[in-house]
């Protein structure tokens, strides 16, 4: 069985994604990468520990249109938004009582008793039907655990919710012919007092099924109306008891609750937590949690599998409580809770607010933990996404992966649709024709495809601010926003800094670097050697006065010029650069050669005399090229090259070495 | 390429280039002959990927979409088809199913660096089957536009020590980066971080061969016609994840690289590297050329012997016709045929009593016309025996267009050098020689280098077996006695040299 299931695309998908404990960076859905639902989180040790149960699709030989869940993750989280998955903890085929093909795998739940980890869960016996409860018990509450060979005794149902007092008495709560309590043994695997025998409904056409032998109590004072997943949970010594209940005939679950004095009721019903999904997702599935002083609801919704709600994802929302106990309603959101990192992923789609006719909708309908993304049909639609922190950007440039079928254009705000122009980005997807007749061999009517367009910022907001995307422009669609801050290529000398060696290979990483001088170079096909010598003489000669001088330190062996002209230059490409650097040696040092490389054509003067030309359309290489033997006499010399490149990525490097390829190092670099 | 491309468009060495073809066209080609470069058909492609077999064609996809299909090896057409456009694809059969990445991008043309490197399958590449349909890309690498890479031009590469599948990716724009990929899904592995391992490449592969991972990237100017000085350098690794030296030590992080190809017999530019490894001991590159100097510049798919030398590949030449002595590996004895032997007749004094004063004159070489009447007229016997430099040892092997080819070679006929007699198979698997060729496929032979060098030379077929022979080399079975017997690399009885005369 399992084999068969290896040899779907579709399930090795999820198998890919699954082998490795990963973190994800999340806003609801909370994971991004398997479906997760009837999500049980629980604060073990600081840490916020969530333990879903794990849909996956239909697997051969069992129930079409059906939930299917063999196994259980564990995830956990010190933030809310990264989540790290510790991977399967129990799995269908390694429970002794259970049917290793039953696929009934529903909403765990797992507590911590003196320093010991309960993980509670339903499956599918070995035979008969109905399901049962068993306990699989662990030092740590990402496991491994240990299963128990025998499911609890008189818990013929799923959904366990498990309830430990301030007295450390435990209470089990299951869903099975509604929704029943009863006490726990101190060993926790064992419900306190006697079974009773049940009548079991007859079925139409069914012959008569024997009496079940069951523990615990029905839960008294629960409205009418279907319910199953009891969550029960202490707070300001009241019990809650939370489940998801269908309220009307032919109506889909809400979660609601009731309160009570005492652990096993009766309970008072006080109403919603959360409405029906909007959708029609059919059952939704939840836990309340109290992390670092907020309460948070997780629950589901069908966000990846929009068509099948069966394959659900797990979001969280924060709780208020009222002061006489009671829960205010939550409001499912997209955005979730948490503060997203600026250089993450920003599921923008996840937003917060939206202007009217904003939607979303899958990336891939085949692939659905390729995301979502959002729609924003017109000029001026917007969506905001709140709480992102900007605190690290310092040099910032966004990226965003967006689609249009026209050219358009897009901003990123700060606070609001009328907020400051963090970055605006064109979408060009129909370029235009810059020449006519000229041949456009990778001009592509790039219309309806996603693209990755990069911009600088025009602002940076300070710490945590909302991020507001607006169209500005015809329709739109975004996948995700990121910021990345620049890389940094040199750091600037200041004056009367010490003298320094070479890098430990020889290179010189140190130079005076002249503003870049611009030249019209379309093609690197002219730097013969005679053009160089006469270009490289006739700039010499009229070598600008006035031209700016950078002092500069690579961190690099190499002096990344394209960086520098991207910088202080007029243009990126189609530069010379003016290099020059004075080092000082000690002693005479004979039977060295200069050995350099450049992108672009390159010369290289010592006290202002030719040692070696580099030309043609060169890449750089390491000692690409080396000068006749020298002899660098004890004093100070001056060391020039010039480089120049049209249409290329300018870049050099230089050292000296000696008769045996070593570098030379012993002379100090002003 | 990305460098140069970009002024072409704009118009000004455009000018230039069109005036060197121009000159080139004047240029009278009949003083070139010897015309084996490249592929025959309609070999036009840039960035080929590596070679790809599926139901007993050959594929290979190149830079903005489409593809070339082969029969044979030799003559190639278009007509593969991929999706997506963009920049020098690759593919890679794994399972039963063909793993396709390719850039989505132009590498810095008609926008900037952002690039986008998406994987997708299919399970076919012949369009006209019914299973062939593309799954949708997945993108498994970008860059961002302002970073020290470009992502365009990805391999593909399944480590067959470990099963993992490993991409390399990259252009002139900053640096070739290292990703892996799930052989399965062919998504990025989760949390996979790219790893820098060469600078100033573009179109990379990866090759693992003998306890070594190979990185080769094309060096040099792309897309110039004639003038193009693109060439592929290699520099290999004990990891897959680097530092990948060249045979100076130097990492491919600061430009290294030893040459594995650059132009050579009438084609220039080499670029984009592909193994293909047909048996053991018999491999061959793929790259395209950027000017095939007689397809007037354009370019073209080539297919070269990949011979590896101390641990490092080179490209051979390609096989050329010509007269040849062919020399087994075995003990060095030469092809020969089974005639009696004929005596060149000389005045002869023993050499001690030979004044060292008497001057000297050159003596001429056994003619054919001075042995060729004492030949039985029929058939004649093979057999291998010291070479002597007599017409009986001297062989002419000449391509036959219409006889069709191989990967990477086209069908032979192998004569006694001014007769028609033909080197031909038996039923039996021995050898023989017919007075006349006649075009049977029992007279026409592959030849292909091996990785050491050498030769072997297979009938395209056997009398009495179908289809096209693979199995069956010429072989040595004795020192004085040649066979046909099963290809073995390990055995220099499979082995022989060809010895231009």
């Known amino acids: ?670 | 390429m990305r460098q140069i491309c970009r002024p072409i468009i704009n118009g000004f060495s455009f000018n230039l280039l069109t005036i060197n073809i121009l000159t080139f066209l004047f240029f009278p080609s009949s003083l070139f002959t010897n015309r084996v470069a490249a592929q025959t058909g309609a070999p036009y492609i840039h960035d080929p990927s590596t070679i790809a077999e599926c139901d007993g064609k050959y594929y290979t996809y190149g830079t903005g979409g489409g593809g070339l299909i082969s029969e044979d090896g030799w003559n190639w057409h278009s007509g593969a088809e991929r999706p997506g456009g963009g920049a020098a694809p690759d593919v890679l059969k794994i399972g039963d199913r063909y793993l396709f990445i390719y850039g989505a991008t132009g590498g810095g043309l008609g926008g900037g660096h952002n690039g986008r490197i998406l994987t997708m399958w299919n399970r076919s590449l012949d369009p006209q089957s019914p299973v062939f349909a593309f799954t949708t890309a997945v993108e498994v690498a970008s860059s961002d536009g302002m970073e020290d890479c470009d992502a365009i031009d990805p391999c593909l590469m399944l480590d067959p020590t470990t099963g993992r599948l490993w991409t390399t990716y990259g252009t002139y724009f900053g640096a070739i980066r290292l990703i892996e990929l799930d052989p399965k899904t062919g998504f990025r592995v989760k949390g996979n971080v790219e790893k820098d391992v060469a600078i100033d490449c573009e179109a990379t592969d990866l090759i693992y061969r003998d306890g070594w991972y190979y990185l080769l990237g094309t060096h040099g100017t792309c897309c110039d016609g004639v003038n193009s000085t693109y060439n592929i350098v290699v520099g290999r690794s004990r990891a897959v994840t680097g530092p990948y030296l060249d045979n100076v030590g130097r990492d491919m992080l600061q430009g290294g690289g030893r040459m594995v190809i650059a132009a050579s017999d009438r084609v220039c530019g080499p670029g984009h590297f592909g193994r293909t490894v047909i048996d053991e001991g018999v491999e061959v590159m793929s790259c395209h050329f950027e000017a095939d100097f007689e397809r007037s510049g354009r370019s073209v798919l080539g297919i070269r012997p990949l011979l590896w030398r101390d641990g490092w590949p080179e490209a051979a030449k390609p096989f050329k016709g010509g007269a040849y002595s062919i020399i087994s590996v075995r003990r060095g004895y030469s092809l020969e045929l089974a005639v009696d032997f004929v005596r060149i007749q000389q005045e002869r004094q023993a050499f001690w009593r030979i004044d060292p004063n008497t001057p000297v004159h050159p003596i001429a070489p056994q003619q054919l016309s001075d042995v060729v009447d004492t030949w039985p007229q029929g058939e004649i016997a093979i057999r291998c025996s010291d070479y002597m430099m007599r017409p009986h040892q001297h062989w002419t092997i000449t391509p036959v267009p219409e006889a069709g080819g191989y990967l990477g070679g086209q069908y032979c006929k192998i004569t006694i050098s001014d007769t028609e007699r033909a080197l031909a198979t038996t039923a039996d698997l021995e050898l023989t020689t017919v007075p006349a060729f006649t075009g049977a496929p029992e007279q026409l032979w592959r030849i292909e280098q091996l990785t050491d060098g050498y030769y072997r030379l297979l009938p395209k077929a056997i009398p009495g077996r179908e289809g096209i022979n693979t199995r069956f080399v010429l072989f040595s079975a004795a020192d004085s006695t040649p066979t046909l017997a099963e290809w073995d690399f390990n055995s220099d009885n499979a082995k022989w040299k060809l010895d231009a005369q």
């Open chain 1, 1 to 670: 069985m399992r084999h068969q299931q290896l040899l779907s695309p579709y399930y090795l998908f999820f198998l890919a994604l699954s082998l490795f404990a990963e973190r994800t960076s999340a806003q609801n859905p909370i994971i991004r990468d398997q479906f997760t639902a009837d999500p049980t989180a629980r604060v073990f040790n600081g840490r916020i520990y969530l333990y879903p149960s794990h849909d996956i699709p239909v697997a051969e030989g069992a129930r079409k249109d059906w939930f299917c869940m063999a196994d259980y993750h564990v995830f956990s989280s010190d933030n809310l938004t990264d989540w790290t998955d510790h991977g399967v903890i129990v799995s269908q085929e390694d429970v002794p009582w259970g049917n290793p093909s039953g696929y009934a795998m529903w909403a765990p739940d797992c507590v911590e008793k003196d320093g010991k980890y309960y993980f509670y869960f339903p499956n599918a016996p070995k035979s008969g039907r109905g399901f049962a409860i068993g306990v699989a018990t662990s030092d740590l509450p990402d496991g491994p655990f240990r299963l128990e060979s025998k499911p609890i005794v008189g818990t013929s149902g799923i959904d366990p919710s498990v309830l430990i007092d301030d007295d450390g008495s435990a209470y089990i709560y299951w869903s099975g012919m509604g929704i029943r309590g009863a006490k726990l043994k101190n060993n926790m695997m064992e419900l306190d007092g006697e079974l009773q025998e049940v009548k079991m409904p007859r079925r139409e056409g069914m012959p008569e099924m024997p009496p079940m032998k069951v523990g615990g109590q029905q839960m008294e004072g629960l409205p009418e109306g279907f319910k199953e997943g009891p969550f029960a949970f202490k707070r300001a010594g009241r019990y809650y008891l939370t489940f998801p209940w269908v309220r009307e005939e032919g109506g889909t679950e809400t979660l609601a609750y009731a309160m009570s004095d005492s652990p096993l009721g009766p309970w008072t019903f006080k109403g919603l937590i959360m409405a029906e999904h909007a959708n029609r997702c059919w059952t939704n599935h939840h836990s309340l949690v109290e992390f670092r002083g907020q309460w948070y609801l997780f629950y589901h919704h069908n966000d990846f599998s929009p068509n099948d709600d069966k394959r659900r994802s797990v979001c969280i929302d924060k709780v208020t409580f009222n002061a006489d106990g009671t829960i205010q309603e939550v409001k499912p959101t997209l955005r979730g809770v948490g503060i997203i990192s600026a250089t993450s992923r920003i599921e923008v789609d996840r937003y917060s607010a939206a202007s009217e006719g904003v939607t979303t909708a899958l990336n891939d309908t085949v692939y659905p933990f390729l995301g979502l993304h959002a729609s924003l049909p017109k000029k001026g639609s917007w969506m905001t996404f709140g709480d992102v922190d900007f605190s690290m950007i310092t040099d910032g440039y966004v990226m965003l992966c967006v689609k249009a079928d026209e050219n358009t254009e897009l901003t990123l705000r700060e606070k609001s649709a009328k907020g400051k122009v963090i970055a605006r980005a064109k979408v060009t997807v129909k370029s235009e024709i810059t020449r006519p007749g000229m041949p456009t061999p990778f001009r592509r009517d790039q219309s309806g495809q996603w693209l990755t367009l990069t911009v600088p910022l025009d602002y940076t907001p300070k710490g945590i601010a909302d991020l507001v995307v607006t169209c500005e422009g015809t329709a739109v669609s975004v996948d995700w926003v990121q910021l990345r801050n620049r890389q940094q290529y040199f750091t600037p000398v200041a004056k009367n800094t010490a003298s320094a060696k070479p890098d430990e290979h020889g290179f010189i990483r140190r130079w005076q670097l002249m503003e870049p001088q611009k030249q019209d170079i379309r093609s690197n096909v002219i730097f013969t050697d005679s053009w160089l010598r006469k270009t490289f003489a006739d700039e010499l000669d009229k070598l600008p006065k006035k031209a700016k001088w950078y002092a500069m330190e690579s961190p690099t062996y190499n002096m990344k010029l394209f960086r520098f002209a991207e910088k202080y230059g007029s243009q990126a490409y189609g530069n010379l650069f003016w290099c020059e650097t004075v080092f000082d040696c000690t002693e005479d040092i004979s039977d060295v050669r200069l050995a350099a490389g450049s992108n672009g054509a390159s010369m290289w003067w010592i006290d202002g005399q030719e040692v070696l030309l580099l030309e043609g359309d060169r890449r750089m290489v390491v000692d690409d090229g080396v000068s006749h033997r020298l002899t660098l006499k004890k004093g100070r010399h001056t060391l020039r090259c010039a480089v120049i490149n049209g249409p290329g990525l300018s870049d050099m490097c230089v050292r000296f070495i000696d008769e045996q390829g070593k570098p030379i190092t012993n002379f100090n670099i002003q």
